[in-house]
């Protein structure tokens, strides 16, 4: 918004992104300020998913999804950065929990194995699980079957997973979306605890989440970029009509 | 009134459609107890434990043998042999199609698999005779005209297409949230291939295993022209062999007379066949049914 880029870690800049022709994110600019939880928020098919997923290039699987403009990571625009690269730095939570179908242990570890840690892997793992509050829960059954654990366990487990890779930045698609309320709470908390080292982006249609989690809130609405800007001016004294609209519950 | 005309030849269809569903069920069952039958009356004269475990196989000629096992040495040589050549290609096939190639090439590769599938048996029959054979000989001058490596090779790729296209089914069940989840922690194509997806599909492809080798057992056609008639009891592949299949054919053919013990051997044999095949592709099912499961 303002020139002052100090704190930017993610410099969000003219990005249109495209479905075989058809524009799905026009002309949005942002900023991704460091070690702060960013929302966007916005109606269903508004285009959030898109834009987050652009963040980590995971929308270069999906045939004719076409990016422009720029997104500075550092001093690397990350639309032309290696992937693989990239996504170790920026990690991602999906909108479903999706844990390998493997032990609790090896799901934690697989992140670093593959990219050849060679430290102590249990004291990784370990870590991983404490800041994703789900140690105390697994820690007797490390060896068990991912699959076994309740859906709060597995989000916090996918999160352990992405933190194991000791990311910059964590991107959650809706993170909470296929949980129950007690669940998603317990991620809301976890959410307070990450932001201490971890830069969040999280893509939530739950308008009192984004209120409660997070310092900075953008709304889309069909692609467009309609306000930014500190959370509480944006749930409190909104600039734009729509965003009023949206965030009081009148559409959406 | 009309009303119970329109009743009434529903029930008449109903009872069409249950014949129809009724033969393919009847005829397995006529099957199974005209074998069952002949085999028994083959077991009274010879005894079980000889049928088993004998070395010689000389139904046709005297002294008369009645030992099955060159005849399953012989049809798990092909087995073997097929499976060398099936499995690992049929496995990287399914890992290109679903994993990296594009949905436009997938959808033109996919019915080329299908065509392959669809080629007559005897064809592979012949080309085995007279293309791969002489190939062999090239490299391996000792091998016999008729030897279990050619036919081996031609079941192999007879049974490539259905190992590729279960396969590629297996993979593309994992579900594409394991795929985008490993990726997002940094994951190369092929780490997200073999330390995914491979794994997550395993059951599938291990059920496709066990079917490509209950047809490769099967297999009649190509065996029987290109791996010879020679019930020999070798693990050497440049050798002529015969396949159970094989024998079943070779009798057929001839002028064996009805009820005697030569012509029981066919039910035998067949019985064995049935066997093993029905304990595999029950086998492959309950595999198949398992995975499945998972990502229910």
């Given at each position: 918004?303002?020139?002052?880029?100090?704190?930017?870690?993610?410099?969000?800049?003219?990005?249109?992104?495209?479905?075989?022709?058809?524009?799905?994110?026009?002309?949005?600019?942002?900023?991704?300020?460091?070690?702060?939880?960013?929302?966007?928020?916005?109606?269903?098919?508004?285009?959030?998913?898109?834009?987050?997923?652009?963040?980590?290039?995971?929308?270069?699987?999906?045939?004719?999804?076409?990016?422009?403009?720029?997104?500075?990571?550092?001093?690397?625009?990350?639309?032309?950065?290696?992937?693989?690269?990239?996504?170790?730095?920026?990690?991602?939570?999906?909108?479903?929990?999706?844990?390998?179908?493997?032990?609790?242990h090896?799901?934690v570890a697989?992140?670093?194995?593959?990219?050849?840690?060679?430290?102590?892997m249990d004291e990784r793992v370990e870590k991983a699980l404490?800041?994703?509050?789900?140690?105390?829960?697994?820690?007797?059954?490390l060896?068990?079957?991912?699959?076994?654990?309740?859906?709060?366990?597995?989000?916090?487990?996918?999160?352990a997973?992405?933190?194991a890779?000791?990311?910059?930045?964590?991107?959650?698609?809706?993170?909470?979306?296929?949980?129950?309320?007690?669940?998603?709470?317990?991620?809301?908390?976890?959410?307070?605890?990450?932001?201490?080292?971890?830069?969040?982006?999280?893509?939530?249609?739950?308008?009192?989440?984004?209120?409660?989690?997070?310092?900075?809130?953008?709304?889309?609405?069909?692609?467009?970029?309609?306000?930014?800007?500190?959370?509480?001016?944006?749930?409190?004294?909104?600039?734009?009509?729509?965003?009023?609209?949206?965030?009081?519950?009148?559409?959406? | 009134?009309?009303?119970?005309?329109?009743?009434?030849?529903?029930?008449?269809?109903?009872?069409?459609?249950?014949?129809?569903?009724?033969?393919?069920?009847?005829?397995?069952?006529?099957?199974?107890?005209?074998?069952?039958?002949?085999?028994?009356?083959?077991?009274?004269?010879?005894?079980?434990?000889?049928?088993?475990?004998?070395?010689?196989?000389?139904?046709?000629?005297?002294?008369?043998?009645?030992?099955?096992?060159?005849?399953?040495?012989?049809?798990?040589?092909?087995?073997?042999?097929?499976?060398?050549?099936?499995?690992?290609?049929?496995?990287?096939?399914?890992?290109?199609?679903?994993?990296?190639?594009?949905?436009?090439?997938?959808?033109?590769?996919?019915?080329?698999?299908?065509?392959?599938?669809?080629?007559?048996?005897?064809?592979?029959?012949?080309?085995?005779?007279?293309?791969?054979?002489?190939?062999?000989?090239?490299?391996?001058?000792?091998?016999?005209?008729?030897?279990?490596?050619?036919?081996?090779?031609?079941?192999?790729?007879?049974?490539?297409?259905?190992?590729?296209?279960?396969?590629?089914?297996?993979?593309?069940?994992?579900?594409?949230?394991?795929?985008?989840?490993?990726?997002?922690?940094?994951?190369?194509?092929?780490?997200?291939?073999?330390?995914?997806?491979?794994?997550?599909?395993?059951?599938?492809?291990?059920?496709?295993?066990?079917?490509?080798?209950?047809?490769?057992?099967?297999?009649?056609?190509?065996?029987?022209?290109?791996?010879?008639?020679?019930?020999?009891?070798?693990?050497?592949?440049?050798?002529?062999?015969?396949?159970?299949?094989?024998?079943?054919?070779?009798?057929?053919?001839?002028?064996?007379?009805?009820?005697?013990?030569?012509?029981?051997?066919?039910?035998?044999?067949?019985?064995?066949?049935?066997?093993?095949?029905?304990?595999?592709?029950?086998?492959?099912?309950?595999?198949?049914?398992?995975?499945?499961?998972?990502?229910?």
């Open positions: 918004m303002q020139d002052d880029k100090t704190g930017v870690i993610l410099d969000i800049d003219d990005v249109c992104i495209s479905y075989s022709g058809e524009l799905a994110v026009r002309n949005v600019s942002l900023p991704i300020y460091e070690k702060k939880i960013t929302a966007i928020i916005g109606p269903s098919g508004c285009g959030k998913s898109t834009l987050l997923r652009s963040l980590n290039r995971m929308n270069d699987f999906i045939p004719g999804c076409e990016l422009t403009g720029t997104v500075t990571f550092g001093d690397v625009n990350l639309v032309n950065a290696d992937p693989v690269d990239l996504r170790r730095r920026i990690g991602m939570v999906f909108q479903r929990p999706n844990p390998f179908p493997k032990s609790i090896r799901n697989w992140g670093p194995t593959i990219n050849g840690f060679s430290g102590d404490q800041q994703a509050a789900l140690w105390d829960e697994v820690k007797d059954r060896q068990d079957s991912a699959l076994n654990l309740s859906g709060g366990q597995q989000q916090r487990l996918c999160i997973r992405a933190l890779m000791e990311p910059e930045i964590i991107l959650m698609d809706e993170p909470c979306s296929a949980l129950d309320p007690v669940s998603t709470a317990r991620i809301e908390d976890l959410l307070f605890e990450l932001k201490e080292n971890y830069t969040i982006v999280i893509v939530t249609h739950n308008m009192q989440q984004a209120a409660r989690v997070s310092e900075y809130t953008a709304f889309l609405e069909n692609g467009v970029l309609v306000e930014y800007g500190d959370t509480e001016d944006v749930f409190t004294n909104p600039r734009n009509q729509r965003t009023e609209d949206y965030v009081t519950g009148r559409f959406g | 009134m009309k009303q119970s005309h329109i009743r009434y030849s529903e029930k008449l269809l109903e009872i069409l459609f249950f014949l129809c569903a009724a033969i393919s069920v009847v005829t397995t069952i006529a099957v199974i107890v005209v074998l069952a039958v002949e085999t028994y009356g083959f077991l009274k004269q010879v005894p079980v434990t000889e049928f088993l475990f004998g070395t010689l196989w000389t139904p046709l000629l005297e002294p008369k043998s009645y030992g099955l096992l060159p005849l399953l040495s012989g049809t798990m040589l092909i087995v073997v042999g097929a499976s060398l050549v099936a499995l690992p290609i049929g496995v990287a096939s399914a890992v290109y199609l679903s994993e990296y190639a594009s949905d436009k090439t997938r959808r033109m590769l996919k019915p080329v698999l299908e065509v392959l599938a669809g080629i007559p048996t005897v064809v592979y029959g012949f080309f085995a005779l007279t293309f791969v054979t002489p190939i062999i000989k090239i490299f391996l001058p000792e091998t016999h005209v008729f030897n279990a490596a050619s036919a081996a090779i031609v079941v192999g790729i007879m049974v490539l297409p259905m190992v590729a296209s279960l396969c590629d089914d297996a993979l593309r069940a994992v579900p594409a949230s394991l795929r985008e989840g490993a990726y997002s922690l940094g994951a190369t194509s092929f780490e997200v291939t073999t330390r995914v997806v491979l794994p997550a599909g395993l059951s599938g492809i291990f059920a496709a295993f066990v079917l490509a080798i209950s047809r490769a057992i099967g297999e009649t056609m190509a065996v029987t022209l290109a791996a010879g008639a020679t019930p020999n009891l070798t693990l050497n592949p440049l050798e002529s062999i015969q396949t159970m299949t094989a024998y079943i054919v070779q009798v057929s053919l001839g002028d064996t007379p009805a009820g005697t013990l030569t012509y029981q051997t066919l039910f035998a044999v067949a019985a064995v066949l049935f066997l093993i095949t029905l304990v595999l592709n029950i086998a492959a099912n309950s595999i198949m049914k398992r995975f499945q499961e998972v990502y229910e």
